[in-house]
């Protein structure tokens, strides 16, 4: 009878950790160059759930996998298209076409990881990056999702580059069609989720970052969290938030929201945690997070299986 009792609870307990899941933060970008195909890749192979573009808009409404919406933080814009800087000394994105983009190395953004003068590497659409993802499930027979995040729709409204409507068209062409579909789509700005929720008609699970700017301070409350869950799956705070206030899990879940905090990195380990498998069990198990974001998927995935 004991052992029966024991064998349900283990059977119960790795059912509940198989639910939590892994968000490769820019690919494996711990490894290779964040937002290339190559650390897309690479994530896919090492298990993660879930596989995370930041997308932006170029001047010929193509979606790109870029983190900022300019682009010198991580390409070689400056020594390619010299003379194409804003006054604010800043080369938009959104000022380029695709076909200009695709000249441009792509590089590792931190100078600790992959160094930033060697191989080769592009900046990818979100197109090739989903056709990636999807080619991989088919030939692994390991189904990843996709958890775009959509940068900065209001700067790309007020430059005349509306996001909202051409992703969710680009997205349904690829058979990402409702609640079901394995994707979040994920934004900083409230506006353009409720927009695709309330007036697009989007069932796609959806994500309200939140930062620690004063603004998300309301969201966190217990009405807040309320509002959020009328037009979002689950949030995705930074993990700071949680690790000062770890009750936010807890109202998250009341309000019926998933909690996805971001970003765990090896190699920018906070002082609290005495090894990355000790943070992540802090995350997993401690906080109870839903999933986290990570540069490091394999370790997460590993951390999970045992
Ligand atoms: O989207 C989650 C996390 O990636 C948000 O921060 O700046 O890395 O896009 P950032
Ligand atoms: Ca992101």
């Known amino acids: 009878m004991f052992a029966r009792i024991c064998l349900a609870v283990i059977v119960a307990v790795s059912a509940q950790a198989q639910l939590k899941i892994v968000i490769a933060h820019r690919g494996a ?8 195909l190559e650390s897309y890749a690479m994530a896919h192979a090492m298990g993660t759930d879930f596989i995370e573009p930041d997308v932006v808009l170029t001047k ?12 010198e933080m991580t390409t070689d814009v400056e020594q390619v298209f010299p003379d194409r800087k804003r006054a604010d000394g800043k080369w938009y994105a959104a000022d380029f ?21 060697k191989s080769s590497f592009q900046v990818p659409t979100f197109t090739e990056m989903i056709e990636l993802v999807q080619g991989l499930n088919k030939t692994t027979g390991r189904e990843a ?10 700067w790309h409204r007020d430059n005349g580059l509306p996001m909202e409507e051409a992703f969710l068209a680009l997205v349904k062409g690829y058979g990402y069609t409702d609640a079901k ?20 008609g989007s069932t796609l699970p959806q994500i309200q970052l939140m930062g620690n700017e004063k603004e ?27 690790d000062k206030d770890p009750e936010i899990v807890k109202r998250a879940h009341e309000a019926g929201l998933q909690v996805h905090p971001y970003t765990l990195r090896k190699d920018s380990l906070p002082s609290k945690y005495s090894s990355f498998d000790n943070e992540l069990n802090q995350f997993y198990n401690v906080y109870g997070v839903d999933g986290l974001f990570t ?3 394999d370790l997460a995935v590993a951390f999970l299986k045992r």
């Not at 010929?60 to 682009?71: A, Q, S």
């Not at 579909?181 to 697009?200: G, T, Y």
């Not at 969201?219 to 309320?226: H, S, V």
């Open 29 to 36: 970008s711990g490894y290779v160059p964040e937002h290339t």
């Open 60 to 71: 010929d409404k193509v979606f790109i996998c870029l983190h900022d919406i300019h682009l």
């Open 97 to 117: 076409t695709l076909a200009e983009i695709k000249q441009l190395h792509a590089h590792e953004r931190l100078k600790n990881r992959f160094p930033q003068d």
């Open 145 to 154: 999702g996709i958890y775009p995040e959509l940068k900065e729709p209001k």
């Open 181 to 200: 579909s394995k994707i979040f789509v994920q934004c900083f700005e409230a506006e353009p989720l409720k927009r695709m929720r309330n007036d697009l």
């Open 216 to 242: 998300f301070a309301p969201m966190l409350t217990k009405e807040g969290l309320a509002e959020v869950a009328k037009y979002a799956n689950g949030i995705g705070p930074d993990k700071g938030m949680i």
């Open 295 to 297: 540069d490091f998927p």
